[in-house]
């Protein structure tokens, strides 16, 4: 999608990935390899001005690596941070943003600390490499959190308290390297077995006080990690105000519906960013925009047409679980049109 965007603006791309059936390779020259093959990365590198990332779990090293011979952003730095979960919350709390209680876990004697200070139910996951629900699991008990934490590998884990939460929702900004930056619309997002299945933009249920304190937290961050690109930090909307949950540093799947619905794709806007030219705007086409996820199957694409809505599929593998395209609507007061488009895609998802 990021190379979609670009190719109207006259720009050129080059991917790589570790495995030769990247999607991306349908778009444009794939250079396959490990993250940790330097003479690979090199080979990838030759010739190009700029490098970014979609995936927040590229090794660091591979971001330094690169950031040796050709600017890539986002920085390095940023992307350590969002890797490491009590780094990621650190960094919140350093900035004023409320986050989960939460403790690092790295022994049994750890996890009885933090038994005490974060509490039951609580939520244990892996520091690093978590996605779409991967890596964690809801515990009520000592015992169910030893079992969890035995299952996990039992260290470079991370206890958070539960958040009682009204809503989800996303707020995504984007920065140039010259400083300018742009937020669009909130997203309310719905999730189902950690996987995001609905978002809609402008966030339906969540209050303005509740949006301009978490656009006021996403800019805070930015500009205290000299960030490039486009970034999303997911909130949960609590009683007493806003938690941040966690950051993603790339184009985030919460703003998908951003090709249609919005003036300026978040995937155009993060290319300008990287190459410092004017950022477009991130006011919306039209009142609001629903999208909906296909997870694991590939749904009835006539029965998705027939309902207005705009189909994406990224050329996967159907799997379980697995991301394969998603469907977005504009319109206004579409909320009837999302549940529709809801249930015609999730006759298939798995």
């Known amino acids: 999608m990021l190379a979609l965007a670009g190719y109207p603006l006259g720009l050129s791309f080059r991917f790589y990935d570790e495995v030769p059936d990247a999607p991306a390779g349908q778009l444009a020259p794939l250079v396959v390899g490990k993250f940790d093959d330097h ?37 390095a730095a940023a992307l350590d941070i969002a890797q490491d979960r009590v780094s990621e919350k650190k960094c919140f ?41 991967k890596g964690q699991a809801v515990v009520k008990s000592h015992t169910e959190a030893t079992s969890a934490m035995h299952q996990m590998g039992g260290k470079g884990l991370i206890l958070e308290s539960f958040v009682n939460f009204e809503r989800e929702f996303s707020i995504i900004a984007v920065r140039s390297t010259t400083g300018q930056t742009a937020v669009y619309p909130a997203v309310e997002n719905v999730h189902s077995g950690g996987i995001l299945r609905q978002s809609i933009a402008p966030a339906p249920g969540v209050s ?14 930015i500009k205290s990690l000299n960030y490039v690109g486009v970034l999303a930090i997911e909130f949960f909307c609590k009683k007493d105000g806003v938690a941040a949950n966690e950051m993603a540093p790339r184009v985030h799947n919460s703003g998908h519906w951003t090709i249609e619905g919005s003036r300026t794709s978040q995937f155009e806007n993060h290319l300008r960013a990287i190459l410092g030219w004017p950022l477009g705007s991130t006011e919306m086409r039209s009142g609001q925009a629903g999208m909906i996820n296909v997870i694991g199957g590939v749904p009835d694409a006539d029965a998705v047409l027939r309902l207005g809505a705009h189909l994406h599929m990224y050329g996967k593998r159907p799997r379980a679980g697995r991301k394969l395209g998603h469907a977005t609507i504009v319109g206004n007061a579409i909320e009837e049109s999302v549940r529709q488009l809801r249930a015609v895609i999730e006759r298939t998802n798995c």
């Open 39 to 75: 003479a690979a990365l090199d080979r990838f590198a030759d010739g190009l001005d700029v490098i970014t990332y979609e995936f927040e779990n590229v090794p660091v090293a591979a971001v330094r690596h690169l950031a040796q011979r050709i600017a890539v952003y986002p920085p």
């Open 93 to 133: 709390q350093s900035l004023g943003i409320q986050t989960a209680k939460f403790a690092a876990i790295d022994s049994e004697e750890d996890l009885k600390a933090a038994e005490n200070s974060v509490g039951f139910p609580a939520v244990l996951k892996t520091r690093r490499m978590g996605y779409d629900g």
């Open 208 to 221: 303005k006080e509740h949006v301009a304190a978490a656009c006021k937290h996403a800019e805070a961050v």
